[in-house]
């Protein structure tokens, strides 16, 4: 659907106009398919490669500029701006093969670019593309790599230096007739998807219709040998059952096939099973995942307007809030109405503020960016104070007292898991004014303890065994907080030891100077996870 013809073919097929047409490849008279060859260096900068060709392509204008437009397309979304996939296309008759992919160093490259007569070597290519408005902005892709891509054909004349520039030599034209197809790729998945799209949205205009020419690619050294484009569907089997119960219909499986055929697909019904559908997905449709994504084309098939308007007489699940969040939203009410205002600063923070700006050493905890865009957002937090500090600064024209709170939460790693990291619900708060406030955010905690049901027990009463139970605060020395203004937070359940949930205090001066605050500053920070 990202062309003039893609359109129009999916409307004719969903119409009922056409059938939706058939793919096939069609081999040389000969028999001796085109050859490509992949050298192993290209593993170190764009390591996959896909071809095809299209034979006795008519172009018009019309046409020209769509094929133009479709390559654009591909490359600014599913190619996310020739990072994952590049295309070139090219005038077979200027060339001779059989073709080599291979990966030199840019000193090594020469070549006249396209719409440029003068031959330039690659570094000098960046030097010049770099005022180019369109082309400059993919020249980081491989600006810093060893080696950039290049493609050649039997006599070293270059077709392609991929993701950036095809070679004026074997530019298409509107006298075109026999286009290759060259695209490279870091994104496997992604590489073949983009071949089907355009080797099926312009295979129409070949002189045999739907038919493509394939090649084939010798890869030895990752086992990528392989005759490409590969048009054959993709086979699966989707329930009939769940589609009537999603869609609240009552559809036999042939009604269902039939309304299949109008989104492109080929289906009928299983020999296995009476409930199942066989269904063959063409390669138009790589936006097919799974059986919802069949069930909403039945659904468009039938028609949205068509479809049962009534709630369903069983409900299958009531929707609750996590116990998290309802404790997270106690703690959040009971600190508003204490008077304290909420804020909700960004989960990314820099790894200087979660650290160095806290007079902290790095932990190892933090979860990093792999690829940060600022040095801003490098990491996911550890702890809430950052935010909060930062919300003041950028407030501190205000008057003072500030008295700001927040319920949210951290990421830190965790091997045990699946995803490497989990998050944590905490509650952290801020005094900023004239006097320490440490009585304040000390009367703070024990009222969130006490809308807890934590009673304060002693440091006596603790020791009996873990007989009591409730919290208690113990001074610590913290390098965030002023050298004897600091305690830990313990909680103690019946039975258990006690467990250390927090820390609150008087911030150290050189704290409050990473974070450019002139007035004292005291901080109270909890995990909440601990109550649940």
């Not at 296309?89 to 060339?95: E, F, G, M, S, V």
Request: glycine residues 4%.
């Amino acid at each position: 659907m990202l062309c003039f013809e893609g359109i129009a073919m999916n409307l004719n097929v969903f119409l009922g106009r056409q059938a939706m047409p058939q793919y096939r490849l069609s081999r040389p008279k000969d028999g001796k398919l085109l050859e490509v060859t992949v050298k192993p260096e290209t593993q170190q900068v764009r390591q996959y490669f896909s071809c095809a060709i299209l034979r006795g392509v008519k172009f018009d204008e019309a046409r020209y500029q769509s094929f133009i437009s479709l390559q654009d397309k591909l490359h600014q979304n599913l190619a996310r701006q020739r990072s994952l996939v590049a295309i070139g296309t090219h005038d077979l008759d200027t060339l001779k093969g059989p073709f080599t992919y291979e990966a030199l160093p840019p000193e090594q490259i020469k070549f006249a670019p396209l719409n440029q007569t003068k031959e330039m070597n690659a570094k000098e290519m960046m030097e010049f593309f770099e005022k180019d408005l369109q082309l400059r902005k993919y020249l980081p892709i491989i600006r810093d790599k060893p080696v950039y891509p290049i493609i050649y054909d039997a006599n070293r004349t270059v077709l392609s230096m991929p993701p950036i520039i095809n070679s004026n030599h074997s530019k298409i034209t509107l006298k075109t007739r026999d286009v290759f197809i060259d695209i490279t790729a870091t994104d496997k998945t992604k590489l073949e998807i983009v071949n089907h799209i355009l080797v099926a949205m312009f295979s129409m205009y070949c002189a045999e219709p739907f038919t493509i020419e394939p090649v084939k690619i010798i890869s030895l050294h990752n086992n990528e040998s392989r005759e490409t484009p590969d048009l054959s569907p993709r086979a699966t089997t989707v329930s009939s059952s769940f589609i009537n119960s999603v869609c609240g219909l009552t559809l036999s499986r042939d009604e269902i096939s039939a309304l299949l055929t109008k989104m492109c697909h080929t289906s009928r019904p299983s020999t296995t099973s009476d409930d199942l559908l066989d269904i063959d997905i063409p390669i138009t449709r790589a936006d097919v995942l799974h059986q919802a994504d069949i069930m909403e084309d039945v659904a468009i098939a039938y028609g949205f307007n068509n479809l049962p308007r009534h709630f369903p007489s069983v409900s299958h699940g009531v929707a609750a809030a996590l116990p998290i969040n309802k404790l997270a939203d106690i703690v959040r009410s009971e600190a508003a109405m204490a008077g304290w205002t909420e804020v909700m600063p960004l989960i990314l923070c820099s790894h200087d503020e979660n650290y160095a700006w806290l007079n902290k050493a790095d932990d190892n905890k933090a979860v990093r960016l792999q690829n940060p865009k600022t040095a801003e957002y490098q990491i996911v937090r550890t702890s809430l104070l950052p935010g909060l500090l930062k919300t003041i600064r950028e407030n501190r024209k205000h008057a003072v007292p500030m008295k700001i709170f927040e319920v949210s939460d951290i990421g830190v790693k965790d091997e045990k898991l699946e995803r490497r990291s989990r998050n944590v619900r905490h509650f952290a708060a801020a005094w900023y004014g004239k006097s320490s406030g440490f009585e304040q955010v000390h009367g703070l905690l024990d009222r969130v303890m006490l809308m807890l049901r934590s009673a304060v027990v002693t440091r006596d009463a603790e020791l009996k065994k873990g007989e009591m139970t409730g919290y208690f605060i113990e001074q610590v020395e913290d390098s965030t907080y002023l050298a004897g203004h600091a305690a830990a937070i313990y909680l103690q359940l019946k039975g258990q030891s006690a467990v250390k949930i927090g820390i609150f205090g008087i911030l150290h001066p050189k704290v409050l100077k990473h974070f450019d605050l002139p007035f004292p500053t005291s901080t109270l920070e909890l995990n909440l996870e601990h109550f649940m």
